[in-house]
């Protein structure tokens, strides 16, 4: 009965490759988000749909695009991987107004 | 440009002491701030907030005080549990429509001793 799920916790690939990360969050909540810990350890925010619709997107590389088929799913994809994108990605959800963010476990990606 | 400052990466308690964690903020729009825990290998866990209209906030053996003048956030953890062992991030946000943009600090790695 996970609140936040995200698949796969461990991503290993090579440099030039397409991957997806997935989410899924059974709080229903109306927002979800894609939050990004970089070497030096800080949690930045890339993504923030509402609804499905796209309503926060920081500057990130357009190689990186979220996508969401409903309000409880926001999956992540990555088009031509570089080694800079080696990072832990931690999925979130929230409610409207003051409530907390709820955190999946992350997943931790690997580029080599 | 850190907007949200946790100015010790470290501290040590003794268990059943008090553990104070600081956060210092730059940005006067913040309005919800909030501290998470984490544990390795998992996500940040919610631990309590405060919106800018309060001071202080209380749940259990967590306390978080705000002093809007002085831009500073701290959390006090009394007593302290060697399974509070964990990083503590301060986090603070704005509102944005409906989503909240939660800027967090780089985290302090509270360790309690038994």
């Known amino acids: 009965d996970t609140a936040v799920s995200q698949t796969p916790k461990y991503l290993v690939t090579q440099m030039g490759n397409d991957k997806s990360i997935k989410c899924e969050q059974n709080l229903g909540h109306d927002t979800m988000y894609w939050y990004k810990q970089d070497s030096k350890k800080f949690l930045k925010i890339m993504f923030s749909?509402?609804?499905?619709?796209?309503?926060i997107n920081e500057t990130v590389p357009n190689r990186f695009s979220p996508k969401s088929p409903d309000k409880a799913h926001l999956n992540l994809h990555i088009n031509s991987l570089e080694l800079g994108d080696s990072a832990v990605y931690f999925c979130a959800s929230s409610q409207e107004g003051y409530s907390p963010l709820h955190f999946g476990n992350g997943t931790r990606l690997t580029v080599t | 440009d850190q907007q949200v400052k946790q100015n010790s990466p470290s501290l040590s308690v003794q268990e059943g002491r008090i553990s104070i964690l600081n956060c210092d903020y730059t940005?006067?729009?913040?309005?919800?701030f909030l501290w998470y825990k984490k544990y390795p290998a998992e996500g940040p866990t919610f631990l309590i907030s405060?919106?800018?209209?309060?001071d202080k906030n209380e749940d259990g053996r967590f306390t978080v005080f705000l002093n809007k003048s002085a831009k500073h956030l701290s959390l006090h953890i009394v007593p302290s549990q060697p399974g509070d062992s964990a990083v503590y991030f301060c986090?603070?946000?704005?509102?944005?429509?409906?989503?909240?943009?939660?800027?967090f600090g780089s985290g302090t790695q509270l360790t309690v001793l038994p």
């Open positions: 986090a603070a946000s704005v509102s944005s429509g409906s989503a909240r943009q939660l800027t």
């Open positions: 940005n006067s729009m913040f309005d919800y």
């Open positions: 405060i919106s800018s209209i309060k």
């Open positions: 749909y509402n609804n499905k619709e796209l309503i």
